[in-house]
């Protein structure tokens, strides 16, 4: 059954690459540790050696594969080469399209590659670029179409081909990851679930906030200036509520400063409407910054470890299926 490895992991379990730093050596550890795939993120603008620097401290907490999550809209050339010559084990990456010639260059360095798609034209492509695997998000994630739509359409154009698709958008738990099995996944990417864990680098306050709410909006407030035409499912908290209907011409640039970062490890100011979600370094005005979150979050009650959240997943899935889809 699905829960049976993928890409040379012992599960398909994937946690996202949640941005700009919250999947942080910590946090790709302990999923790396409990069979899972970990992605780390690459920053949005080049810096090799810190990117060096993440996977080599990130290696010293487990010993076990892990990738690597990079955004092809910003720079990204000089940390690929870092990360292609670090020989992680999975490339994930999205926001552009994959080439032939970048596949290449991967498999040459043994580091296999996963793109994510929100189409089935996008899928067409990545699978004629010769890719390893497919994250398919729905847009539950922000993608064009809805999981269950989506999904089972890209399953068909995989057909015999070797290549596990791996489904995104509003899964939480282990009936999310049974019900992404059954329209033909083989593994489940997720990253609220692992947004709200012990060892994710978000924000306290943050992670307190994925529990207490339950309601998301698909909204583009957060971040125009620099990432234009790039909308986000944001929690419906007080401040979004009362900004969720900003004027079109309105955008980060001419706002307020509300805070101060370190994002890896750079210090940067954060402006009211940036789309910087606050990480563990971040002072100031917590509350009115982006706090991001997927449909699913409303089935977020506690915060765990993530080792736990892979475990509990795998075994209630399991159960799930023994007890709902076998025959006694």
Known sequence: MGWKG????????????LGPDISGPELVAAVANAGA???????????????????????????????????MAFPHEENLKVILEEK??????????????LVCRAHCAGVKVVPQVGT????????????DALVVQGREAGGHEGLIALLPRVVD???????????????????????????????????TRF??????????????????????????IFGRARWPKAPQRALL???????????????ETNQPVIGRSTIH????????????????????????????AGQGVGLIKEILPAGEVVRRLVREAQLLIQQKFQES
């Not at 789309?275 to 910054?289: A, K, W």
Request: net charge negative; charged share 25%; glycine share 10%.
């Open 88 to 101: 992680v084990a999975v490339l994930q990456l999205y926001w552009g399209e994959v080439s032939e010639e």
């Open 237 to 251: 908290t007080p401040f979004f509520s009362e900004w969720r209907s900003l004027a079109e011409n309105e955008d």
């Open 195 to 220: 947004l709200a864990t012990d060892e994710s680098y978000a924000h306290p306050l943050y992670k307190r906030k994925l529990v207490e709410y339950d309601e998301t909006e698909y909204t583009d």
């Open 265 to 292: 490890g750079v210090e940067k100011e954060i402006r009211r409407f940036a789309g910087t979600v606050p990480n563990r370094t971040t002072t100031g005005d917590i509350e009115s910054m982006a706090m991001y």
């Open 6 to 17: 993928i890409l040379g992991f012992d599960h398909g379990i994937m946690q996202a690459p």
């Open 157 to 191: 154009i995989v057909g015999e081909r070797d290549v596990p698709v791996i489904a995104a958008g509003g899964i939480v738990d282990a009936r999310g990851y049974v019900a992404a099995l059954a329209l033909g996944a083989r593994g489940v990417s997720m990253g």
């Open 37 to 71: 795939i970990g992605l780390l993120r690459a920053p949005d603008w080049e810096c090799p050696e810190y990117v060096r620097e993440m996977i080599r401290k990130t290696r010293t907490l487990t010993d076990k594969p892990f990738g690597i999550g990079v955004v």
């Open 120 to 131: 089935v034209e996008a899928a067409k492509k990545a699978l004629n670029a010769g890719v």
